[in-house]
């Protein structure tokens, strides 16, 4: 829907593999209602453009800039190594599974080895081109509305997506939650360590029964979400945003009864 209210046309723009199910499916979410809906979503380029201003847009890991250049340029070669080989059709899943952690792993290292900072954070974003899709804000704000919880579930940096939040948004959602790498910084504002299990593009699924856990205290109504009425693993039916194949795992462990996937090419 549009900020005039009018839903678009995009079946020039979709592919629904058999529109018998899909309509069968969101039958049975509109008959269960919201209290049994829940929304998961990947970030980069799901939630966000593709394309900005003509190029590229930046990802919550690629619009980070350090204090230190020689950092920046040690991240930039590690992704000219290891993005290739995310998408590669002939390296076997496990393989390729243990590279991503050896690259997410490097790079969260260069990020504390380097010293990065929170104003660095908020510089970057700031001076980043990364922008949402449009009907994003709206989706949030209709979901907010009717209690229905959004995880957003991602591989990137949970401290840069809540600052794009706030920049780019300029408010937060009581129904949204970030699962993704959390950093954790000392008084001085300096990146010291990262919190929990490493989360990265092939391993989403891990850590799906996690997603009930509690608000990030860093944004928004800490309360808000606990207060829907029961857990997120009672909300049996899922709409999973995502981009990439490993999104498709995001609802791996949630014993959900409806799954509508949705991906962005």
Avoid: C
Wanted: net charge negative.
């Amino acid at each position: 829907m549009n900020s005039h209210g009018v839903v678009p046309d995009v079946s020039k723009v979709t592919v629904v593999d058999d529109p018998a199910l899909l309509e069968e499916k969101a039958a049975a979410i509109r008959l269960a209602g919201p209290a049994k809906l829940q929304v998961i979503a990947d970030f980069d380029a799901t939630l966000t453009k593709y394309i900005v201003n003509g190029r590229r847009g930046d990802s919550s890991h690629g619009l980070l800039r350090q204090e230190n250049a020689e950092y920046d340029a040690k991240r930039l070669a590690l992704y000219q190594y290891y993005h290739p080989l995310e998408f590669s059709p002939s390296i076997p899943i496990e393989e390729k599974t243990k590279l991503m952690e050896e690259w997410w792993g490097k790079t969260h290292n260069l990020l504390i080895e380097g010293g990065l900072t929170y104003d660095s954070i908020k510089e970057s974003v700031a001076a980043s081109e990364i922008a949402f899709r449009e009907g994003v804000v709206e989706l949030f704000e209709f979901l907010e509305e009717r209690d229905i919880p959004v995880l957003i579930f991602s591989a990137g940096l949970a401290d840069i997506i809540e600052e794009v939040l706030r920049q780019k948004i300029h408010r937060s959602f009581k129904n949204v939650r970030i699962v993704s790498n959390r950093m954790e910084f000392n008084r001085d504002g300096r990146l010291i360590s990262f919190k929990g299990k490493l989360i990265h593009s092939l391993n989403k699924n891990e850590h799906a029964l996690d997603m009930a856990g509690p608000l990030h205290e860093h944004l928004g109504d800490s309360n808000g979400l606990n207060n829907l009425g029961g857990s997120v693993k009672d909300r049996t039916n899922v709409l999973l945003l995502g981009d990439h194949l490993g999104d498709l795992r995001m609802s791996d462990g949630l014993d959900y009864s409806t799954r509508i996937s949705v991906g962005f090419l």
